[in-house]
C-alpha cells in the first residue's frame, strides 16, 4: 500500500506562485510514476503533470512553462511548483501515483483558489 498527503494549497492573487508538496509513504518502491490531477467544478478531472521514475516529464498543455513537476527521493516527496498562476487553474490537486500492477493511488485533494 501507498499512503499520499499533499499540502501547499491556497488562495493566490493572479501572476501568483504556489508550490504543492506531496508526501509518499508506504511501499514507495513498487511506484513507476507519481502526477498532479486537478479537479475543477463541474469538469473532470485532468492530468495537470507526471514524472516517471527515470525523471521523464510530461504536462498538460495548458500548463506548460508555468508548472514544473519535481521529486526529491531523500525526502519521498513530489512537488508541482506552479508560476504565473490564472483563475482557470482553480481547482482541487490531487496527488497521484502508480505501481507496477498499474494501481493507483490518490492523495486526498488540496485547494488552489486563484482569484484576486
Known amino acids: 500500500q501507498v499512503q499520499l498527503v499533499e499540502s501547499g494549497g491556497g488562495l493566490v492573487q493572479p501572476g501568483g506562485s504556489l508550490r504543492l508538496s506531496c508526501a509518499v509513504s508506504?511501499?514507495?518502491?513498487?511506484?513507476?510514476?507519481m502526477g498532479w490531477y486537478r479537479q475543477a467544478p463541474g469538469k473532470q478531472r485532468e492530468l495537470v503533470a507526471a514524472?516517471?521514475?527515470?525523471?521523464?516529464?510530461n504536462y498538460a498543455a495548458s500548463v506548460k512553462g508555468r508548472f514544473t513537476i519535481s521529486n526529491d527521493n531523500a525526502k519521498n516527496t513530489v512537488y508541482l511548483q506552479m508560476n504565473t498562476l490564472k483563475p482557470e487553474d482553480t481547482a482541487v490537486y490531487y496527488c497521484?501515483?502508480?505501481?507496477?500492477?498499474?494501481?493507483?493511488?490518490w492523495g486526498q485533494g488540496t485547494q488552489v483558489t486563484v482569484s484576486s
Open positions: 497521484n501515483a502508480e505501481d507496477y500492477y498499474l494501481k493507483g493511488y
Open positions: 514524472i516517471t521514475g527515470g525523471g521523464t516529464t
Open positions: 508506504g511501499n514507495i518502491y513498487s511506484l513507476t510514476s
